[in-house]
């Protein structure tokens, strides 16, 4: 579902990003009021980016030749809450595209507003319904399957109007060739047989356990207080998760066929002249941004595969740890300040 470079118009990315970054900024706006009041939100966004970060690296096969991955979008809303979830995943999906090359730097726009925005916020929306009627279970499940897919469904649209809206005189396309007869489908299948499933067993699978052992730990509308050392012991259960998804992330290496619509020029090459579409790449993507990030494709240098794949995750997620811990050190200090000019007083 992460949407490449040059597969999409550059009308198209400014529109996404114009869209999107309203979105992601009330969400950071609630996530500073929260973290005011509840320093211990801090650690936990920097533990839902790495479950969403780690969920994205299991790619599983799907019928035709190509793969998909589950995403996490509603579990960690369920967690932390949407604005916060909307938040994890926006930053996981900023380090995959400069770090490691999954998903385009022009097409983040379109990628947050599908993964990070569509996908937590609709998720949670059915979880939050079916849980005030007393189906918190079925909610985790319906919501994050019924979630993903209709990121998947604005995923498949805007690459499928791409022949519509950028195309030379001659009605050639600029840039994805295929339309929405083509696009759609193709996402919906893959999302409804196969990905939609796999989201909902993460999503239920982590939701129950969590509500087993940490049951505090979900998000019920208000974060609720939390006793320090019960904080602390409850982050270990979600570090056990952490450690668990990072030893068994080379299986997603067992998948090799590339998702629907995240081809490299080559391999879309051999596909419209295999599918007998075109003998050449359309012209606004061979005169596209050409990005090279440093772990490209989860690859680490001098290692085999999957160590370069487990060093990639561990990489992320040190990056996300240091990240909650500048968040934990501004809390900290605006507090500490706070308390200094209340004493002055």
């Keep these: 579902m992460h949407i490449p470079d040059n597969y999409l118009s550059p009308a198209t990315c400014a529109v996404m990003f ?20 509840h320093r211990e939100l801090a650690p936990m966004l920097g533990i839902a980016a790495s479950l969403s970060f780690l969920m994205m690296m299991f790619n599983v096969p799907v019928p035709g030749g190509t793969s998909a991955h589950a995403v996490g979008g509603t579990l960690l809303a369920i967690l932390i809450g949407p604005y916060a979830a909307s938040i994890a995943v926006t930053v996981a999906l900023i380090l995959q595209a400069f770090l490691f090359g999954d998903g385009g730097i022009l097409a ?15 998720g949670y929306w ?9 189906h918190p279970s079925i909610g985790a499940v319906v919501g994050s399957y019924c979630g993903i897919n209709l990121a998947a469904l604005m995923a498949g649209f805007e690459l499928g109007i791409q022949p519509l809206i950028a195309h030379t005189a001659s009605g050639a396309p600029l840039y994805n060739p295929y339309p929405l007869a083509v696009t759609i489908p193709a996402m919906c299948f893959a999302h409804l ?3 939609g499933w796999v989201e909902a067993f993460f999503t239920y699978v982590i939701y129950e356990f969590v509500k087993k052992v940490a049951p505090k730990e979900i998000y019920g ?8 050392t019960k904080k602390q012991n409850s982050l270990k259960y979600f570090v056990y998760i952490i450690i668990g998804l990072v030893v068994l ?36 993507m061979t005169h596209g ?8 494709d989860y690859t680490v240098p001098g290692t085999n595969l999957p ?11 040190l990056i996300f740890f240091l990240i909650s811990k500048v968040l934990m050190s501004i809390y900290d200090s605006t507090n500490k300040a706070s308390i200094h000019q209340n004493q002055q007083r």
């Design 108 to 122: 983040l726009g379109a990628n947050i507003f599908n993964m990070a925005i569509i996908m937590p916020f609709t």
């Design 126 to 134: 059915i979880y939050n319904f079916l849980r005030k009627h007393n």
């Design 249 to 284: 992330s080379p299986i997603g290496l067992l998948t090799s066929g590339t998702a629907f619509g995240e081809w490299d020029t080559t391999e879309l090459l051999q596909r419209l002249k295999g599918e007998h579409i075109a003998n050449s790449v359309p012209a606004g």
């Design 18 to 37: 114009a869209v999107a970054a309203p979105v992601v900024a009330v969400s950071a706006k609630k996530v500073k009021v929260q973290l005011k009041e």
């Design 307 to 317: 160590i370069g794949y487990i060093l990639s995750a561990i990489t992320a997620i």
């Design 221 to 228: 509308g208000n974060i609720v207080e939390k006793a320090a």
């Design 193 to 195: 047989a196969v990905a």
């Design 289 to 296: 941004i050409n990005y090279t990030a440093l772990f490209g």
